[in-house]
C-alpha cells in the first residue's frame, strides 16, 4: 500500500520532520507560543459559542449528550495519519450533533468530546497535561456548520434540505482552513504551504463521512441510542488507523537506514582518501547552503545533501596510486578517474530507494552547463538541478583548498573563477547563488569595529 507523504518508500522529508516533531512533543509541556495561541483561540471560542447559546436559545437533549460525546471523544482517539498530520472520523458525530443539540451547544459538545479523547493519554503520561488546551483549540470546525444551521434552522434531518448540509459543510472546511492555518502559524511557524496538502486530504476524508454522519442523525431523531449503530464503523476506521500507523513507522526507519548508511559510506571514503571524505564534508554544507537559496523542495535538497556527501564515493573502487598521486594525474590515469561518477552511481543503484535516486546525481556531478563534461556530455536543464548546485560548490571548495600540488587560491580568486566559468562549466543561476551565499557568509563573520585601537605606547 502506497502511503500518501511517502517519496520513493521514505516519509517526504518536510513531512518526517513533522510527524517526528510532533510525536517527540507529545509528551512535553506546550511552549509558552504554543500555550499563548492555542489558550487564547479555545477560549474565543468558547465566548463566541456561548454567546451564539445564548441569543439562539439553549437545548441539549440529556441521552442524545450521553451518547454523541462519549462517541465523539472516542472517534477523536482514531488518529489516521495523512503525511505529518492525520484525520479523525469526528465527522460521523458531528452531523447527529448538529440536529440534537442547538446550535451555540454543538461547539461546546464538541469541545467536551475532544477534551474527553485526549484524557486517557494524560492519564497514562503519553501525553502532556497541556495538551488538554488543544480541545478547545480543535472545535474550530463546528462553529462553520452551527452558525449555518442557527441561521437556517433546518428542523429535524430532513433530504429536503440537502442545500443547507451543503452549505453547512461549505462553512465547516472554510472556517476549518483559516483557523487551522492561522493557528499553525502562530503557535509553530508552520508555512501554510506545507498545511494545504494535509487539509486538502482532511477535508476530502470529511466529505466522504459527511453523508454517513447525516444517515446517523436520521436514524438517531428521537432515538439517540441508534447513533451507536455508526459506532462499528468506528472502531473499523481503527483497525485501519494502527496498520497505517505501522506502515508509516517502518517508513521512518527506512528513512533512517538510508540516512545511516549515507553516512557509514563517508566513513568508509574517509578511511580510503581522509582528504576527499573531508572536502565532502564541505561540499555538503555549502550544497545546502546554495540549495536554501533556490528554495529547492525539501526531497530535492535531500538528494543535495546526500549528493554532496557521496559525489566521490565511486573513488572507493579507484587505485589508491591514482587516488593517493602527489601532483597532477596523465591522460591515462585521469581516463580511469572519470569513471569514478559512474562507480558511484552502480554503488547507490544497488542499495536502491532513496539513494538510487542520489546516484543519478552523483553521476552527473560533473557534467558542465556548456555539455563539456562527463561521463554523459550533458548540457543545461538536462543536467539536474542537484547535479550542478553539487558541482559548482564542489568546485569553489576545491580551489580554496590546498594540495599537495598546489596551493589553495584566495576566496575572491575562486569567486572570479566562478563567474568566468558561468555558462560554460557552471549554471549562472547557481553562481549567483553561491556567490551571494558566499557575500553573506563574509558579512557575517566580518570582525566589527567599534572604536579604534589605542596607538601604542
Keep these: ?15 518526517e520532520q513533522l510527524f517526528l516533531e510532533g510525536h517527540a512533543n507529545e509528551r512535553a509541556p506546550l511552549s509558552r507560543r504554543e500555550r499563548l495561541s492555542d489558550g487564547g483561540l479555545g477560549l474565543l471560542l468558547i465566548v463566541v459559542a456561548v454567546a451564539l447559546a445564548v441569543v439562539d436559545g439553549w437545548h ?32 460521523l458525530v458531528l452531523m447527529p450533533m448538529l440536529f440534537a443539540f442547538s446550535p451555540g451547544v454543538v461547539p461546546l459538545a464538541v469541545i467536551a468530546g475532544g ?8 492519564l497514562s503520561r503519553r501525553s502532556h497535561p497541556d495538551r488538554l488546551l488543544l480541545g478547545p483549540a480543535n472545535a474550530w470546525h463546528a462553529l462553520g456548520p452551527a452558525l449555518v444551521f442557527a441561521v437556517a434552522d433546518p428542523g429535524a434531518p430532513d ?15 472554510a472556517t476549518d482552513f483559516v483557523i487551522s492555518t492561522l493557528r499553525e502559524w502562530l503557535a509553530l511557524g508552520i508555512s501554510p504551504s506545507i498545511q494545504l496538502p494535509l487539509l486538502v486530504r482532511v477535508q476530502m476524508v470529511d466529505a466522504l463521512l459527511t453523508p454517513i454522519g447525516i444517515m446517523t ?40 537506514a538510508y540516512r545511516g548508511t549515507a553516512l557509514l559510506l563517508g566513513d568508509v571514503l574517509e578511511d580510503k582518501d581522509a ?26 535538497r535531500r538528494r543535495v545533501e546526500f549528493g554532496a556527501l557521496l559525489h566521490d564515493i565511486g573513488k572507493i573502487a579507484m587505485p589508491a596510486e591514482i587516488i593517493n598521486k602527489p601532483g597532477p594525474l596523465d591522460d591515462e590515469e585521469w581516463a580511469v578517474m572519470k569513471l569514478h561518477t559512474v562507480e558511484g552511481q552502480q554503488m547507490l543503484d544497488r542499495i536502491g530507494g532513496v539513494l538510487g535516486e542520489v546516484g543519478r ?9 556548456d555539455g563539456g563534461g562527463y561521463p554523459d556530455g550533458l548540457a543545461g536543464q538536462a543536467i539536474p538541478i542537484e547535479s550542478r548546485i553539487i558541482s559548482c560548490c564542489d568546485a569553489f571548495s576545491a ?25 560554460t562549466q557552471f549554471d549562472p543561476r547557481v553562481v549567483d547563488a553561491l556567490l551571494e551565499v558566499l557575500r553573506v557568509e563574509a558579512v557575517m563573520v566580518r570582525p566589527r569595529v567599534d572604536s579604534p585601537a589605542p596607538a601604542p605606547s
Design 1 to 15: 500500500m502506497k502511503i500518501p507523504g511517502l517519496d520513493s518508500q521514505t516519509l517526504a522529508p518536510a513531512f
Design 60 to 91: 441539549a437533549d440529556a441521552g442524545a449528550a450521553l451518547v454523541l460525546i462519549p462517541m465523539y471523544a472516542i472517534a477523536c482517539r482514531v488518529r489516521f495519519y495523512v503525511g505529518a498530520g492525520y484525520t479523525i472520523p469526528t465527522q
Design 115 to 122: 477534551t474527553l479523547g485526549r484524557l486517557p493519554d494524560v
Design 159 to 173: 433530504w429536503g434540505d440537502g442545500g443547507i448540509y451543503v452549505v453547512a459543510f461549505a462553512a465547516q472546511v
Design 217 to 256: 442523525a436520521f436514524a438517531a431523531e428521537g432515538e439517540p441510542a441508534r447513533a451507536l449503530l455508526v459506532l462499528p464503523l468506528i472502531l473499523i476506521f481503527a483497525v485501519f488507523a494502527q496498520e497505517r500507523s505501522m506502515n508509516i513507522e517502518n517508513a521512518l526507519q527506512l528513512s533512517h
Design 275 to 300: 582528504y576527499t571524505a573531508s572536502h565532502s564534508h564541505g561540499v555538503v554544507s555549502l550544497s545546502l547552503a546554495v540549495a536554501d537559496r533556490l528554495r529547492l523542495d525539501p526531497a530535492a
Design 361 to 369: 546525481v552523483v553521476r552527473s556531478s560533473h557534467e558542465h552547463f
Design 399 to 423: 580551489m580554496t583548498t590546498t594540495r599537495s600540488y598546489r596551493h589553495a587560491m584566495s576566496v575572491e580568486a575562486a569567486r572570479q573563477e566562478l563567474i568566468r566559468n558561468t555558462a
